[in-house]
C-alpha cells in the first residue's frame, strides 16, 4: 500500500471487529502476551472488560485503505479499578473541584499491569509520525466522548519518552522484578545473599517438603480446561480474601478462552498435598520473560506463598535463561528475596487545566522522592555484584 494513500482513523468498539492476524502483525512475533489479540479479546469476549464492568472497549486503528497499519488498544473507564497506576487521589481532588472524573480514556490493557508497545506501527510506515496520530487521536475522542482525561498506561520506555515530549505528564512508578545476569544454576542466584538470608531463603523454599507438599508447572498439551478452572477459582479466592481491594474483576470464562487461546504462553504452577491440589500461580512465559499474574490457594501453610509464585519459577527461569520475572504491581516482600526495584510508566493529560497543574506538581513531588525509595529498596535486597570478582560473565 503506497505511503501517500491517506489514513482512516476508526475507532472501534471491539478487538474483534479487526481480525487477529492483522492486529498481531502490527504487535510482532515477540510481542508480550497482553498486547496480543488472543488476549484482548479473552478479557472482552468473556465479558470480564466490557462497559457492564467499567471498561468500555474504544480501540484507536489507522488504515491505508484496507491494510491495518497503527493501533493502540483503548478504553473508556468508568471507575479506577484494574489498571494498577492509582489515581483514586486524582478522583477524590477531582470530585472537591466539582469535576468529573469518569468516564476517562485510559490506553492499555485491562487488568494487565506489565510494560508492552501502546502504539503498534506497521514496519514500513513512519513510526513517529503515526504514534503522534495515534495519540492525537486518543486526545480527540476523549474529549469529544466527555472524558476527562487521557491516560497510557505501561507504555515503553521509548513511548513514555515521547509521551512526555508531547506534553503529557510522566508518572514513574516501581514494581520489583527479578533479573538474570547469566546465572548458571540456582546456587548462583543464591550467592548473591549473604549467609543469613540464603539460610532463609533455603528454609522458606525447603518448608514445602517438610510439609509433604510438592510443587510443579504445567504446561503445553497438558494444560486443558480444568486447570483453567482451578486457575480462576485460586484467583477468585484470593481476591475475595482481600475485602473492597479484592474485588473480582475476570470471570471464569476469561481464563478459559486464555488458556485456549495462548497454550503456547499459559503455565499454571500447581501446589498438591495428599494428591490435592492445595495451591497455584497463572503465569505468562515467553522466552525472555515470565509474567506472573495471579495466585491463590485452599490451604494455609508457612511459605507456601514464596514457593509458589517466587522460588519455584525463579528456579525455572533460570534452567530456561530467561532473562526477567516480572511478578506483577506491588509486593515490597519481593525485595529481600532478591527482586529488583524497577522503573514502570505512564502518561496523563487532565483537560481541566487547574486538576492537570494540581496532578503535575503531585507527580514532580512523588518523582523527586522515588531515588531514596530505589536506595532504600536495594540496601534491603543486599544482592551482592554479580559476577563475583574475578569470574567472567557466564554466556550460553
Known amino acids: 500500500m503506497a505511503a501517500d494513500t491517506p489514513l482512516r482513523l476508526l475507532l ?14 502490527l504487535a510482532g512475533p515477540d510481542a508480550p502476551p497482553f498486547i496480543r489479540h488472543a488476549w484482548l479479546a479473552a478479557m472482552e469476549e468473556s465479558g470480564s472488560a466490557r462497559l457492564e464492568t467499567g471498561w468500555e472497549p474504544q480501540h484507536l486503528t489507522l488504515w491505508r485503505g484496507k491494510k491495518l497499519v497503527g493501533a493502540s488498544p483503548a478504553y473508556r473507564k ?3 479499578m484494574g489498571e494498577y497506576i492509582y489515581d483514586f487521589s486524582w478522583a477524590g481532588a477531582a470530585q472537591r473541584l466539582g469535576i468529573e472524573y469518569y468516564p476517562k480514556l485510559v490506553v492499555g490493557a485491562p487488568l494487565s499491569p506489565a510494560t508492552s508497545p501502546r502504539f503498534l506501527i506497521d514496519p514500513g510506515e513512519d513510526a513517529p509520525a503515526l504514534r503522534r496520530t495515534l495519540l492525537q487521536a486518543a486526545i480527540e475522542s476523549a474529549r469529544e466522548s466527555g472524558c476527562s482525561s487521557v491516560h497510557i498506561l505501561y507504555p515503553t520506555e521509548a513511548e513514555a519518552d515521547m509521551l512526555e515530549q508531547e506534553g503529557l505528564a510522566r508518572r514513574i512508578t516501581l514494581q520489583f522484578q ?3 545476569p547469566g546465572y548458571r544454576g540456582y546456587d548462583d542466584y543464591l550467592s548473591r545473599f549473604d549467609s543469613k538470608r540464603r539460610s532463609q531463603i533455603k528454609r522458606e523454599r525447603g518448608a514445602a517438603a517438610a510439609q509433604g507438599i ?9 494444560l486443558g480446561d480444568e486447570h483453567a478452572r482451578r486457575a480462576y477459582r485460586f484467583y477468585e479466592a484470593t481476591c475475595e480474601s482481600r475485602g473492597p481491594w479484592g474485588q473480582v474483576q475476570l470471570n471464569e470464562g476469561f481464563f478459559l478462552r486464555a488458556f485456549r487461546a495462548l ?5 499454571l504452577v500447581q501446589a498438591e498435598r495428599g494428591g490435592k491440589v492445595i495451591a497455584g500461580a497463572f503465569n505468562l512465559a515467553t522466552p525472555e520473560r515470565l509474567y506472573g499474574r495471579y495466585w491463590g490457594c485452599t490451604e494455609e501453610h508457612p511459605f507456601l506463598h514464596f514457593h509458589v509464585c517466587l522460588y519455584h519459577s525463579v528456579d525455572e527461569c533460570i534452567q530456561a535463561g530467561r532473562k526477567v520475572f516480572e511478578p506483577g504491581a506491588g509486593g515490597e516482600h519481593k525485595i529481600a528475596r532478591g527482586f529488583e526495584p524497577t522503573a514502570v510508566h505512564s502518561a496523563h493529560l487532565l483537560f481541566n487545566k487547574t486538576l492537570d497543574r494540581a496532578i503535575r506538581d503531585f507527580l514532580r513531588q512523588e518523582r523527586a522522592h522515588l531515588s531514596s525509595v530505589v536506595e532504600q ?20
Do not use: C, F, M, Y
Open 263 to 267: 497454550p503456547e504462553t499459559v503455565e
Open 78 to 80: 468508568h471507575h479506577s
Open 178 to 180: 527479578w533479573k538474570n
Open 377 to 396: 529498596s536495594q540496601e534491603l535486597a543486599g544482592l551482592k555484584p554479580w559476577p563475583p570478582p574475578g569470574q567472567g560473565r557466564a554466556t550460553g
Open 214 to 222: 510438592t510443587i510443579r508447572t504445567v504446561r503445553g498439551p497438558e
Open 12 to 25: 472501534l468498539e471491539s478487538i474483534t471487529d479487526v481480525p487477529a492476524s492483522a492486529w498481531d502483525a
